[in-house]
Nanobody, 112 residues
Framework: QVQLVESGGGLVQPGGSLRLSCAAS?????MGWYRQLPGKQRELVAL???????NYPDSVKGRFIISRDNVKNTVYLQMNSLKPEDTAIYYC?????????WGQGTQVTVSS
């Protein structure tokens, strides 16, 4: 079993920034972030491989930056130029040994 513990969510004004962190009990070959709005499907925010390859959807490309520390088994999401439509619960994700794991989620609210 792999534990993922997220931190860093909160309330921020439009145009502001937040940094999310996710500490894993084991390193994942792929780690990343998804988000979910009420009544909607979970959607990809960013993924990063162990060697640093990244993937972003167009909705966050150029605004969000994913990074990881393989020594600390931690993945980060730097979110800049936040918009109200970025408001969601953000979930950490990791693939370990072919299995997928999720964090408990952290709320990000972008509002003035």
């Amino acid at each position: 079993q792999v534990q993922l513990v997220e931190s860093g969510g909160g309330l921020v004004q439009p145009g502001g920034s937040l940094r999310l962190s996710c500490a894993a009990s084991r390193s994942g070959s792929i780690m990343g972030w998804y988000r979910q709005l009420p009544g909607k499907q979970r959607e990809l925010v960013a993924l990063i491989t162990r060697i640093g390859g990244t993937n972003y959807p167009d909705s966050v490309k150029g605004r969000f930056i994913i990074s990881r520390d393989n020594v600390k088994n931690t993945v980060y999401l730097q979110m800049n130029s936040l918009k109200p439509e970025d408001t969601a619960i953000y979930y950490c994700y990791a693939t370990v040994g072919g299995d997928s794991y999720w964090g408990q989620g952290t709320q990000v609210t972008v509002s003035s």
